[in-house]
């Protein structure tokens, strides 16, 4: 891992969110991100960066531009394989009782 990220509960909610689509076998754009992990853009966006840059998260540009979709430019993201470690890490925390040895934040709204 290049760096390291605090998993906050926003941190986790994101990670959870990935993994949920990384199992699905997809990448997902910010807004599909934020909706999924119930946070907004201007938390989402940051945070990202900062997975990308802890090399917990890739991301790619779309590859037609956004004059052929009438839209602007999509940045794709998934789980790295450290990244999937990390997010079902922080499920199984988010499933121990508050106290027993701490909590990420994540919930288990997504019913992973």
């Given amino acids: 891992?290049?760096?390291?990220?605090?998993?906050?509960?926003?941190?986790?909610?994101?990670?959870?969110?990935?993994?949920?689509?990384?199992?699905?076998?997809?990448e997902v754009f910010l807004a599909q991100v934020c909706r999924a992990a119930g946070v907004v853009e201007r938390t989402a966006a940051p945070l990202m960066t900062r997975l990308e840059g802890a090399g917990l998260v890739a991301a790619r540009m779309e590859g037609e531009g956004p004059w052929t979709a009438g839209r602007p430019w999509r940045r794709y993201y998934q789980l790295t394989p450290a990244g999937v470690e990390v997010a079902v890490l922080v499920v199984a925390v988010d499933q121990l009782p508050v106290g027993s040895i701490g909590r990420f934040g994540a919930s288990t709204r997504h019913g992973l």
């Fill in 1 to 26: 891992m290049a760096g390291e990220v605090r998993v906050t509960p926003a941190t986790g909610e994101v990670l959870v969110a990935l993994l949920a689509d990384h199992r699905l076998g997809r």
